[in-house]
């Protein structure tokens, strides 16, 4: 209930945002958007996982997260090394594609997000889910009451964004020392988390396309203005397959100590009980979001938004195949098939791209959000054929 909370402030906060700038400024914030994400994908996103994935099975294994914590500490220190320096290196050409002066307060949002997520894993990896959805509510609740009260442009929305997630450092305090402990160098654990983060990078590049291609493809082929209406549509839709992410988070400790104790009878129950449950749920709730689609986007936006109707629409569609496949990152991050699921994440980017570029030449940006359906949905076919026959062999 709580992460149902998180994605409901998400959506005000969208809704906000939305209603207060101009459709173009909209699409300016959402090319902003586009280059932070550039940023947290290759700063830290790509490592991120191993603390929740490594550190479980290192708390299950040895009572602490000691030697998975310190290889990611090595592994970050570098990687935010490299892109800052890169980042500098291109900031008046970053100025120059955003057209705003706001390069400096980019590269201080990743340095916020990288405590945030460091925070948000780490609490994950040791079972205290409550513990790290309370850190994102705390973020958003300030974020919706800073906006609120405060009159903003673009640049004074991405000011407000570094300042209220800042305060998720107060959250340092439910840190267990014991958890953590002294620098310890495990050589042949540093390998495993770096072989797997790296794979990871792999696949977060595919996923950086997937989240931001159709944006960057509707800024090069039209203009900032079918941006905003675009990812007026994006965002709503990225609210809702942000919660599919939520289940894999929640359950991969679990998930992870099923396979590792070879659990048949909790494997079962899980992927063939509590898996349809929420399935289902997830397809109720979709239908009734596709059918209502029209008054939520005109409420929410208003009428000047209504082009984006027709493509969140067709991206539910994809959303709810997104629901559909999280069960399999699950069974690929937890059984070391990680390297078939970058695999996965980088041809499903690569087909999205392709085919936005095609289509929305042809359609606009009607285009762009069915060449994303279509990318979900091969890869989705190709996950089940690939996972339910490895998964049935534990039971």
Not at 6 to 29: A, C, H, K, W, Y
Not at 34 to 45: D, K, Q, R
Not at 194 to 216: E, K, T, V
Not at 360 to 377: M, S, Y
């Amino acid at each position: 209930m709580l992460r149902i909370l998180t994605m409901v402030l998400g959506l005000v906060t969208n809704i906000i945002i939305v209603r207060q700038l101009s459709i173009e400024d909209f699409g300016v914030f959402s090319v902003a958007l586009m280059l932070v994400g550039l940023l947290t994908t290759f700063g830290f996103s790509w490592s991120s996982s191993s603390i929740l994935y490594y550190g479980s099975k290192e708390k299950e294994r040895f009572g602490s997260i000691n030697k998975t914590f310190w290889a990611r500490n090595i592994i970050i220190f570098v990687s935010l090394i490299i892109t800052t320096m890169i980042f500098i290196l291109f900031r008046n050409q970053i100025n120059a594609y955003i057209g705003l002066d706001i390069w400096f307060l980019l590269l201080l949002w990743l340095y916020v997000s990288v405590v945030e997520n460091y925070l948000n894993q780490y609490f994950l990896a040791v079972n205290k889910q409550i513990m790290s959805t309370m850190l994102s509510i705390t973020a958003k609740i300030f974020y919706i009451i800073l906006i609120l009260f405060l009159q903003f442009d673009v640049t004074t929305l991405i000011i407000i964004h570094i300042v209220s997630h800042a305060s998720v450092i107060l959250y340092v305090l439910g840190v267990n020392r014991k958890d953590i402990g002294k620098f310890e160098f495990d050589k042949s654990w540093f390998k495993e988390v770096l072989n797997f983060s790296l794979w990871q990078l792999f696949g977060f590049s595919g996923l950086y396309l997937i989240n931001f291609g159709d944006i960057a493809v509707i800024k090069y082929l039209m203009d900032d203005q079918n941006v905003g209406i675009y990812n007026g549509a994006n965002q709503l839709f990225n609210a809702i397959v942000t919660f599919s992410f939520v289940i894999s988070s929640y359950f991969a400790s679990s998930v992870s100590t099923y396979f590792e104790k070879n659990d048949g009878s909790a494997i079962k129950q899980f992927f063939y009980k509590e898996r349809f449950y929420i399935t289902g749920a997830s397809v109720v709730a979709h239908l009734i979001v596709i059918l209502l689609s029209e008054p939520i986007i005109v409420t929410l936006y208003g009428e000047r938004y209504i082009e984006s109707v027709s493509v969140f629409n067709i991206l539910m569609i994809g959303s709810l195949i997104r629901y559909m496949a999280v069960f399999y990152t699950l069974y690929y991050n937890t059984n070391r098939k990680h390297k078939v699921l970058q695999y996965v994440n980088i041809v499903r980017a690569i087909i999205n791209v392709l085919l936005s570029f095609i289509l929305v030449k042809w359609f606009g940006i009607i285009g762009a959000a069915v060449g994303t359906t279509l990318a979900i949905l091969v890869t989705f076919l190709f996950s089940v054929y690939y996972c339910e026959k490895r998964i049935k062999a534990f039971l």
